[in-house]
């Protein structure tokens, strides 16, 4: 058995029960159940419709996400999740770029590393060296004025802990964010790069070894073993090249607002709806939100 979820963003509201009774009956599911008014609903199925992938083609350009699931073991007993562009708006390094003056040069780095363009290590080896001499405190600076995080946030690790679930922050970026990122949000360990300094200033290097594509799949296996689950029980999230084996090795992999090669490689794409739409596709609706 499987579950149809139509997902619109909170803030645009525009899921119609029209859409979603005609895609019911075209498949022959079951009874429509609303998660949230306007926002989220589903309805079971007995296999996957042939022409899925058309559908949501169609869904897309009515800025609507559809999402196909396996009914058995929606609701995970974990979270993994990517820092930059994933739990925040932002891309860390791009951000710490500005600042020091080489942000254009920085942000088409980083883009074409992020689509699998460019190998991770030497992209953010090259990235960090361009931050040579930049003062240590400009890190507090960009924390507090341009860091924001993704709408949505909150609300999934709070749901999702009060049902017993663990939470683990994994980036290819920098500990001094994911810290206070993973502090703000709840998340019970974080993992990332460290940002090396002397004197008050970046050194332009990166702590070895380099926490990477592969260091997330690690985290993964060493975090589940540990809590004596399966992959199966882990929803993880991401947008990048570097979150792909975490993404595919997980019970539930979501690609959000991916890029488009990485989308391509994930069944569970959410390209309009915020965070929360982790929890509509786990099966909670919103009166089982926790703020």
Request: one cysteine or more; a negative charge; proline letters at 3%.
């Amino acid at each position: 058995m499987y579950t149809a979820v139509l997902l619109a963003a909170p803030s645009a509201r525009n899921l119609e029960p029209a859409l979603v009774e005609s895609l019911r009956n075209a498949w022959g599911g079951g009874d429509a159940i609303w998660l949230a008014p306007d926002v989220a609903a589903e309805f079971g199925l007995a296999e996957v419709p042939q022409n899925l992938w058309e559908v949501w083609d169609s869904c897309q350009s009515m800025n609507i996400d559809l999402v196909l699931v396996p009914t058995a073991g929606r609701r995970k007993k974990m979270l993994l999740a990517d820092m930059d562009s994933t739990m925040i708006q932002q891309e860390c390094i791009d951000e710490l770029a500005d600042e020091a003056g080489v942000g254009e040069r920085v942000k088409d780095i980083t883009a074409r590393a992020m689509n699998g363009e460019l190998d991770f290590d030497g992209a953010l080896n090259e990235r960090v060296g361009l931050l040579k001499n930049l003062p240590e405190g400009v890190i507090t600076k960009v924390l507090a004025e341009r860091i924001t995080l993704m709408p949505g946030g909150k609300t999934l690790l709070a749901t999702m802990k009060a049902n017993g679930a663990y939470a683990a922050l994994v980036s290819g970026g920098f500990t001094a964010f994911t810290q206070q990122v993973a502090g703000q949000l709840g998340f019970d360990e974080n993992r990332a790069n460290t940002l090396l300094t002397e004197g008050g200033k970046l050194t332009g290097k990166v702590g070895m070894p380099i926490l990477g594509k592969q260091a997330k799949v690690d985290a993964l296996e060493e975090i589940t073993a540990r809590l004596k689950i399966t992959d199966t029980d882990v929803v993880a999230v991401g947008d990048g090249a570097n979150d792909l084996g975490m993404l595919t090795r997980a019970g539930m992999g979501v690609a959000l607002h991916a890029k488009p090669s990485v989308a391509a490689q994930c069944n569970v794409r959410v390209n309009f709806s915020d965070l929360t739409a982790l929890l509509y596709v786990q099966g909670y609706s919103q009166d089982e939100f926790v703020s």
